[in-house]
């Protein structure tokens, strides 16, 4: 009995530890890949079934050969370019909760890291806020940003006195921070708890001269959101995904399905437009990018030396 009671102990230990350490990677991933100087951004959602074992999706498409062992991740991912199938091959590593590794295939390597995603805080972008204080209107230009670590960031800019934004938190629709100013030479000490409804935000700045009402607006948010693309290029798939992060950072889906950043984006009245960066076999292309946004449609132009691409999105959801 006391011999059983041991075996049995042994293969739980033994399988039970299988079983978390394959939960390790079970869950959904942001992909950042890197070919040359050009990223790239892709969705990695991987499931565990109630035999332990692993399948996976990249981009929404099936996983070939998925093997976690040992904190060992390899694959192979498929994908069709112009009627012709692309075979790539992972091998990376996991620890301290990233993925590192190299995609391999014809058209070159390149570099993997891959973190759990995270909902993106309520709370990012550009604000044009309005405060009451003391009967005296303010206008101000709050910004908040998400660092590499995650945590969020504020930088608060007002034509009196300097400021600094600290303790940045968002917790589903609710803003708090802290803010160290000095205005003529006196310094002050405040706490602002807000609540966000959409693109606009509403709350008390907190002060031991009293509470200052806070309204604000979030800058070109008619902008921000997932797009649905239609083009008419003869390349590629006819739909495309366009995002536009609250902080106004542009990403455009590309030939593998990935989504590749926009530089040097501005926004001027209701024209957007930046320069779309892609590596391919090599070789790094600028293509200019130019949209306007008109009654909830985005319409625009990415130029190329094949010729122009033309298309209309709008706004999934």
Not at 105 to 124: F, N, W, Y
Not at 238 to 243: E, G, I, N, Y
Not at 274 to 291: I, T
Request: some cysteine; proline content about 3%.
């Amino acid at each position: 009995m006391l011999k059983r009671m041991c075996l049995l102990a042994i293969v739980l230990l033994v399988f039970g530890q299988g079983m978390v350490v394959t939960a390790q990677i079970a869950g959904q991933w942001e992909v950042k890949t890197m070919q040359g100087s050009s990223p790239s951004y892709h969705e990695m959602k991987v499931e565990q079934k109630e035999d332990g074992s692993l399948t996976a999706t990249w981009n929404g498409d099936a996983l070939k050969q998925f093997k976690f062992e040992n904190n060992k991740l390899s694959f192979v991912r498929s994908m069709e370019m112009a009627g012709y199938e692309v075979m790539s091959r992972f091998t990376g590593t996991l620890a301290d909760g990233k993925i590192n590794g190299v995609l391999s295939s014809e058209m070159g390597d390149a570099k993997v890291v891959a973190c759990p995603a995270q909902p993106m805080a309520a709370a990012l972008g550009l604000w044009d806020v309005d405060m009451d204080a003391m009967g005296n209107l303010f206008k101000v230009k709050l910004v908040i940003s998400v660092q590499e670590d995650g945590s969020l960031a504020g930088q608060w800019d007002s034509a009196m006195g300097e400021h600094k934004i600290s303790a940045v938190k968002c917790e589903k629709d609710t803003l708090t921070f802290k803010r160290s100013s000095t205005i003529e030479g006196t310094p002050l000490s405040s706490n602002f708890k807000g609540t966000i409804e959409g693109n606009t935000l509403s709350g008390k700045m907190m002060t031991d001269w009293g509470d200052w009402d806070i309204k604000g607006k979030r800058m070109y948010g008619d902008w921000v959101g997932r797009w649905t693309v239609q083009t008419d290029s003869m390349f590629g798939p006819a739909q495309r995904t366009l995002d536009i992060l609250p902080d106004l950072s542009v990403r455009y889906q590309v030939f593998d399905g990935g989504l590749n950043p926009l530089k040097n984006v501005k926004i001027d009245g209701n024209t957007l437009t930046g320069m779309l960066e892609v590596s391919l076999a090599g070789q790094v292309l600028e293509l200019p990018f130019k949209a306007t946004l008109t009654d909830g449609v985005i319409k625009g132009t990415l130029s190329s030396d094949q010729g122009d691409i033309n298309f209309s999105s709008k706004k999934k959801g």
